[in-house]
């Protein structure tokens, strides 16, 4: 967590200009999500126990949004992970491969990659677009189910741009290289 808020203080903008950058909004975005979705499930998960185990009391929601900040907090860590390369893989197979064949491989890896989660992003959305409509709410917080199945939707959304950039760049930087 102590990385999340180094992180989210430190992207301050180099030049003193007031431009939009659609850049810097979308890392401030996807890094406080989690942020603020670890404060708050820590903290209320905290107040939980203290209150069962002090006051003999218990919040009746607490493991509901407990559950659903998770879930934000997941698929905003995986979007972190993607964007800076941090999701771990196994290489070992890849590694021993000729360069130019672990460039494809590779190539072929994020391809795959990219589908799953446009598949994904796909079911979401439906799933999603489905609790709008039929309006479920969640048993003890009456909020809508569709706010924490939207994190699977836009996280999608936001791993298949990563993942489409460096593609791009990937791509762009053998052309050069060749």
């Not at 903290?43 to 509901?64: A, D, M, P």
């Not at 949004?65 to 905003?76: D, E, K, Q, S």
């Not at 771990?88 to 589908?115: D, H, M, W």
Request: hydrophobic letters at 50%.
């Amino acid at each position: 967590m102590l990385i999340l808020v180094k992180s989210f203080l430190s992207n301050k903008q180099k030049n003193k200009k007031r431009k939009i950058n659609f850049s810097l909004i979308l890392k401030k975005i996807e890094i406080g999500i989690p942020l603020v979705c670890m404060i708050l499930m820590t903290t209320i998960i905290f107040i939980q126990v203290v209150g069962r185990y002090l006051f003999h009391y218990s919040i009746s929601w607490s493991e509901e949004i407990g559950r659903y900040l998770v879930i934000w907090i997941t698929f905003g860590g995986s979007v972190l992970a993607f964007r800076k390369g941090a999701h771990i893989g196994v290489n070992a197979l890849v590694n021993i491969l000729p360069p130019k064949i672990r460039y494809y491989v590779q190539l072929l890896s994020q391809f795959i990659t990219i589908c799953f989660f446009i598949v994904l992003g796909y079911y979401g959305t439906i799933h999603t677009i489905n609790q709008i409509i039929h309006l479920q709410l969640g048993p003890a917080t009456r909020l809508p189910m569709a706010i924490p199945y939207a994190a699977i939707p836009i996280g999608s959304l936001l791993v298949i741009y990563y993942l489409i950039n460096k593609f791009v760049i990937e791509v762009k930087n053998n052309n050069i290289r060749m």
